[in-house]
């Protein structure tokens, strides 16, 4: 049997975020083939997953879902509210 092996970037997929996660913004790049391209700025702490409980979880579903995000590093109480789909887990 063939075992498989996972790079150690390797990170949880953004369908299953939850509150405390930290995520970005998503870049253009295949990050895989091109390990050294410049990933977007900009790190947002997750305070709420917003949408339909039936999507929950689902990557199918993961555009039907909402983040609501909070700047890391800035002391505001403002909160953004972006589609799930634009952004991946750190």
């Known amino acids: 049997s063939r075992v498989r092996t996972y790079s150690c ?3 949880k997929p953004i369908h299953r975020a ?3 996660d ?5 870049g253009w ?3 895989d083939r091109y390990p050294n391209a410049a990933r977007p700025e900009g ?5 709420n997953v917003l949408g339909p409980d039936e999507c929950r979880g689902r990557a199918i579903f993961a555009h039907e879902m909402t983040l609501r ?4 590093g800035e002391e505001s109480n403002r ?7 634009l952004y991946e887990v750190v």
């Open 9 to 11: 970037f390797m990170t």
């Open 29 to 31: 790049f295949d990050y």
């Open 22 to 26: 930290l995520v970005r913004k998503q």
């Open 69 to 72: 995000l909070w700047p890391v």
């Open 79 to 85: 909160f953004t509210d972006v589609p799930m789909n």
């Open 43 to 47: 790190l947002f702490m997750v305070v």
């Open 18 to 20: 939850q509150a405390g």
